[in-house]
């Protein structure tokens, strides 16, 4: 029996959450949307709050909290701003879950406290040009030499690429097409032959800085290896897992932020003598719109409950980032329909809860993809 009453942790969270970006993000949304401008600072504040490792154990700097925090968290964060809510998901199931999984004791000591803390930010290496939903075609490249490993290649739609301290980056290490000839390494910024490329310019989620990681002869210790060498594959695959319930509470925050604006929006506009919401093609919207988000939000926290009893998430991850991903577009667009020309200003919310919506359709694996992961698991 599964119970997804909040907590008195979930509870505290959220009203955390809440006046963090009430105070630190409300107020520059639109600013930092339209100058790109990533806020490093504002994260230093968060990671002071416990937001940038709520997975972390206390005994590494972390919060020490479950996956219902965590998706609690997301989600408020998104509500307000999506691009706020991309960058903490990122830092916290990419590069620090990839590190706290399959790094060793030496490993987690070494970089843990400074990503729990919010003292470095940090980036996750797998995409590259030609690779997307294909990751075994990877063209980046590290070859042994002495206790060295050198590396070669870009990576490409790197979140925190040119500002995180730290990235965690899989590299091929075998023949091009062996899931087991991929290696996954931390590499710190500043490391010769290690540096940002070019940020790209996006639809949405402008505030999350999306950017190349560029390695030239990059020569990285063996001591930097996280797990066995040709395990960078498999470890990928189950930290891209985790990272779904990230990106379905993410897609969940936004739709509720849509959805809050325009239920706020149709009561106070007025047309024929009355509020909008009293006609039925509104009301009738409002109500679709609050089953979906309903229906995610069950599927986002029955993931969320598998991960925390340590349990295959594989399906049920892919089924709330899918269907939540979905909503998230599905619900942002109704909303700017249900503002009518207000939506398509930027004076009103609802134009950037859809243009951020959609970058939860496509990151860390598209909606074909969950397709193809969910349709395996059901004809096994």
Not at 176 to 196: M, Y
Not at 211 to 226: G, H, K, W, Y
Not at 320 to 337: F, H, I, L, N, P
Not at 343 to 350: A, E, L, N, S
């Amino acid at each position: 029996m599964m119970n997804f009453d909040q907590t008195e942790n979930q509870k505290m969270v959220a009203q955390m959450v809440r006046d963090f970006a009430e105070k630190h993000i409300r107020p520059y949304v639109m600013e930092w949307d339209e100058a790109q401008h990533f806020p490093r600072e504002m994260f230093r504040e968060m990671g002071k709050l416990g937001l940038l490792g709520v997975l972390v154990p206390e005994e590494y700097g972390g919060a020490g909290f479950g996956y219902f925090e965590y998706v609690t968290a997301i989600s408020e964060l998104a509500k307000v701003c999506g691009s706020v809510g991309l960058s903490m998901a990122a830092h916290n199931s990419l590069c620090t879950g990839h590190i706290m999984t399959f790094g060793n004791e030496e490993q987690k000591k070494k970089w843990l406290p400074k990503l729990a803390t919010g003292e470095w930010m940090g980036a996750w290496g797998l995409t590259e040009a030609n690779t997307g939903s294909d990751a075994m075609r990877m063209q980046c490249v590290a070859k042994k030499d002495g206790d060295h490993w050198v590396l070669n290649g870009t990576k490409n739609w790197i979140t925190h690429g040119i500002s995180g301290e730290v990235a965690v980056v899989l590299a091929r290490t075998g023949e091009l097409l062996d899931s087991n000839g991929i290696t996954a390494f931390v590499v710190e910024r500043g490391t010769p032959g290690f540096r940002g490329g070019k940020k790209e310019n996006k639809l949405g989620m402008r505030a999350s800085e999306t950017a190349e990681l560029i390695f030239e002869d990059c020569r990285i210790p063996d001591a930097n290896v996280l797990g066995n060498v040709g395990d960078g594959f498999k470890q990928a695959m189950k930290i891209l897992d985790g990272g779904r319930i990230s990106i379905a509470s993410l897609s969940l925050g936004i739709a509720k932020g849509a959805y809050d604006a325009a239920l706020k929006y149709s009561k106070e506009r007025h047309q024929f003598g009355q509020p909008i919401s009293n006609f039925q093609g509104i009301a009738f919207k409002l109500a679709d719109m609050a089953t979906r988000i309903e229906a995610s939000e069950l599927l986002t926290l029955q993931a969320a409950d598998r991960k925390n009893k340590g349990m295959s998430v594989n399906k049920e991850g892919a089924f709330a980032k899918y269907y939540a991903s979905e909503v998230a577009v599905w619900a942002s667009t109704e909303a700017v329909q249900i503002f009518g020309g207000y939506g398509y200003t930027k004076d009103f919310p609802v134009e950037k809860f859809y243009r951020d919506s959609k970058l939860c359709t496509i990151g860390e694996g598209t909606s074909e993809i969950q397709k193809l992961v969910i349709s395996r698991a059901i004809l096994k």
